[in-house]
C-alpha cells in the first residue's frame, strides 16, 4: 500500500498543467470531474501513506488523526469536496498534493530507518 503513495502523485503531476489551463479556460464541466477524482485520488494516497486501507468505514475525523498529513486538512478537505469546481480548490489540492510528497518522503526514510 505505501508504496503506490509515489503513483497517485505522479498522477496529479501528468494532470496537473492540463487541469489548470481548465480553470484560465473557464472548462468548469471538465475541470469539476477532474477535479472531484483528483480528490479521491488524494485521499486513496494519503490513506496509504499511513497504511489503511481507504475502503475502510473511517469518518472524515479519522483523517485529522492520521499521523502522515497536511497541516489543516479535514478543513481544506472539506473546502475542495463541497467547492471543486473553484479556482481556490484547484490550489488548495496542488498544495496538499505538494505536502504529501514531502511527507511520503519523510515517512518512506523514517520506515527504512525502522528497518520495516
Not at 26 to 55: D, H, V
Request: charged residues 35%.
Amino acid at each position: 500500500m505505501f508504496k503506490e503513495v509515489k503513483a497517485y502523485i505522479d498522477d496529479w503531476k501528468s494532470h496537473e498543467s492540463e487541469l489548470a489551463e481548465c480553470f484560465r479556460n473557464k472548462q468548469l464541466q471538465y475541470s469539476e470531474k477532474e477535479m472531484i477524482r483528483q480528490i479521491k485520488q488524494f485521499k486513496t494516497a494519503l490513506y496509504f501513506c499511513n497504511e489503511i486501507n481507504p475502503k475502510e468505514n473511517l469518518k472524515p475525523s479519522d483523517v485529522s488523526e492520521m499521523e502522515y498529513r497536511p497541516v489543516n486538512i479535514l478543513e481544506r478537505l472539506s473546502f475542495m469536496e463541497e467547492r471543486p469546481n473553484h479556482y481556490h480548490s484547484f490550489i488548495q489540492l496542488r498544495e496538499c498534493f505538494h505536502e504529501l510528497e514531502k511527507i511520503y518522503a519523510r515517512a518512506k526514510v523514517m520506515k527504512q530507518r525502522k528497518g520495516i
